[in-house]
């Protein structure tokens, strides 16, 4: 039984350029959640998606950063034109339903910009 | 905004030992999580709380939702080498499911 998917594990950006994490939720899991963490730091909460559908992305920068978690396929968090501060290792998490679900989570992708 | 003071922020013990840590917050939260993460990977969930005053155990682990829902305590008892790693506690943020509020973490290191 597979768990949370995310790849890549680790991406080189340089400045300017666009950055796409894919995750793949456990199987049978419906909602999706992306968190980012910057070293020494604990998880920060950015979106919250179900199939075709943001449910809570009010963790998630208004510029530049975009998730999405189509009908078929992985969901994918999208930064463009990366800065040097988005770099952070970026952690997926899937449920199988709304509520009193943990979270559980994959290994995350670790993004530098340089 | 809701934060979680979680502490102490590391601790070194030897190995046999209890380990004890704790979460608290000015904010009242109907769940509690407590987590682990080792270098390079992400959380795993290790026990889950719903309920004040809540006393759950996993093994070794032992974690308790407070009466005042303003914090929790996590122990580990007979601590082995392969505890190392970074404790995170979790509370909900009120807001939508998974929006969790993460503590900065304990960093436990164990002499061998």
């Known amino acids: 039984n597979a768990g949370v998917m995310q790849n890549p594990r680790h991406l080189v950006r340089r400045r300017g350029q666009e950055a796409r994490l894919r995750c793949s939720p456990m199987?049978?899991?419906?909602?999706v959640y992306w968190y980012r963490q910057l070293p020494e730091e604990g998880l920060k909460f950015m979106v919250y998606?179900?199939?075709?559908?943001?449910?809570?992305e009010s963790g998630m920068p208004k510029e530049r950063f975009s998730a999405e978690f189509p009908k078929e396929g992985p969901s994918i968090l999208r930064i463009q034109q990366v800065v040097r501060g988005d770099s952070a290792a970026y952690f997926c998490?899937?449920?199988?339903?709304?509520?009193?679900?943990?979270?559980?989570f994959g290994n995350g992708t670790r993004l530098t910009v340089t | 905004g809701q934060q979680l003071n979680q502490n102490p922020q590391s601790m070194f013990i030897q190995e046999g030992e209890d380990v004890s840590m704790n979460c608290t917050s000015s904010?009242?939260?109907?769940?509690w999580l407590w987590y682990k993460q080792d270098p390079g990977e992400g959380p795993v969930l290790l026990i889950a709380?719903?309920?004040?005053?809540e006393l759950t155990s996993n093994g070794r682990l032992t974690a308790q939702f407070g009466i005042t829902r303003k914090d929790s305590f996590l122990n580990i008892s007979a601590s082995i080498p392969s505890d190392v790693g970074i404790y995170f506690c979790?509370?909900?943020?009120?807001?939508?499911?998974?929006?969790?509020?993460f503590g900065k973490g304990t960093k436990l290191s164990v002499k061998p």
């Open positions: 998490a899937s449920s199988p339903r709304s509520y009193n679900s943990p979270l559980h």
């Open positions: 199987k049978g899991h419906s909602h």
């Open positions: 998606l179900q199939k075709e559908n943001i449910i809570d």
């Open positions: 904010s009242i939260f109907n769940t």
């Open positions: 709380l719903y309920k004040a005053g």
């Open positions: 979790a509370g909900d943020s009120g807001g939508s499911q998974g929006n969790l509020i």
